[in-house]
């Protein structure tokens, strides 16, 4: 496995490797690399020749108020993980080596940037699809492995490649909880343990919403209970919202692959999560 810093180097790397016709799998990461990540990975070296694994912390995609000062960084432990999951490259740049000046370009896509995440999170979206459009020019992947964790962004990002042919495949890859079903992220470190028992209402909810649809409650009256049930267990709520999967359009019509997305503060961690209708139904 070798890790590189630089874009010149790891494109020669890639330009090799293409030469050989061996196909390119990538996961982009921020780093602090925990089972969901290792996830991801597996699936892109059981799928590919090569692995590319990015860890890069995208200043452009943290608002001024948000943690990216205080994000964990652990290259190398990182790096030790992805050697046992056999990761060929890891490219890990500096800041100023993918931002040696000052984007000009802007993207936008309205009607996914402005709802659910996008809606506090002013410039995120922007900044995520800037660094995934570098990463992707620079690393020339066939496949591109996305974690349905962040579900907005891969919707976004599979729209972005649609959008300007970006000659990559993205497969998406399901959320990966702990024991206590609360979804892995990095930002959990964070979490105090009664911080954390207070999260496990957001994977609870799922009992509940599987109760409510059975009696067709509304979409509203749903979305209502849940958000009462998260305040009650001390979490602060940004949104909870029932969206169609493949759009992210509002529905009031409910079937199996509706989706329930949440964001909600458990202290001052901001947490995210979602699932289906159907993922609904099946818990227990
Ligand atoms: P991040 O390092 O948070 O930017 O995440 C990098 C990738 O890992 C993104 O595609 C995430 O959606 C994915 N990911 C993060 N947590 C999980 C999880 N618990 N299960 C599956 N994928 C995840």
Redesign the pocket.
């Known amino acids: 496995m070798k890790i590189i810093k630089s874009i010149s180097e790891i494109r020669k790397e890639i330009t090799k490797q293409k030469c050989n016709n061996k196909t390119i799998g990538f ?11 290792l ?2 990975v597996k699936e892109s070296v059981n799928n590919n020749d090569i692995t590319v694994v990015s860890i890069f912390i995208n200043p452009l995609q943290f608002g001024p108020n948000e943690d990216f000062n205080k994000y964990p960084r652990n290259l190398n432990e990182d790096s030790k993980l992805l050697q046992d999951f056999k990761t060929d490259y890891i490219f890990a740049p500096e800041t100023e080596t993918i931002y040696d000046t000052q984007p000009s370009v802007q993207i936008n896509i309205p009607e996914l940037f402005n709802i659910l995440c996008g809606r506090k999170r002013i410039g995120h979206f922007s900044g995520v699809c800037i660094v995934v459009t570098k990463l992707l020019n620079i690393i020339q992947a066939n496949n591109i ?6 579900y907005q ?2 919707i976004i990002i599979k729209k972005l490649v649609k959008d300007l042919s970006i000659n990559s495949k993205i497969i998406a ?5 702990d024991k206590d079903g609360l ?4 930002r959990n470190l964070y979490l105090s343990k009664s911080e954390r028992l207070n999260a496990l209402a957001i994977n609870k909810s799922r009992a509940i919403i599987k109760k409510l649809y059975k009696k067709s409650y509304t979409v509203k009256k749903i979305e209502k209970e849940i958000y009462d049930v998260l305040t009650k267990n001390n979490l602060e709520v940004e949104y909870v919202e029932i969206r169609e999967s493949t759009t992210l359009k509002k529905t009031e019509k409910l079937n199996e692959a509706s989706r329930i997305f949440i964001a909600a503060y458990s202290g001052k961690t901001r947490l995210i999560d979602n699932y289906t209708i159907k993922e609904c139904l099946l818990f227990l």
Request: charged share 15%; glycine share 10%; net charge positive.
């Open positions: 996961v982009p990461t921020m780093g602090t690399l925990h089972e969901g990540h996830s991801l492995y996305m974690g349905k964790k962040d962004q891969l890859v399901p959320i990966l909880r979804a892995l992220s990095s």
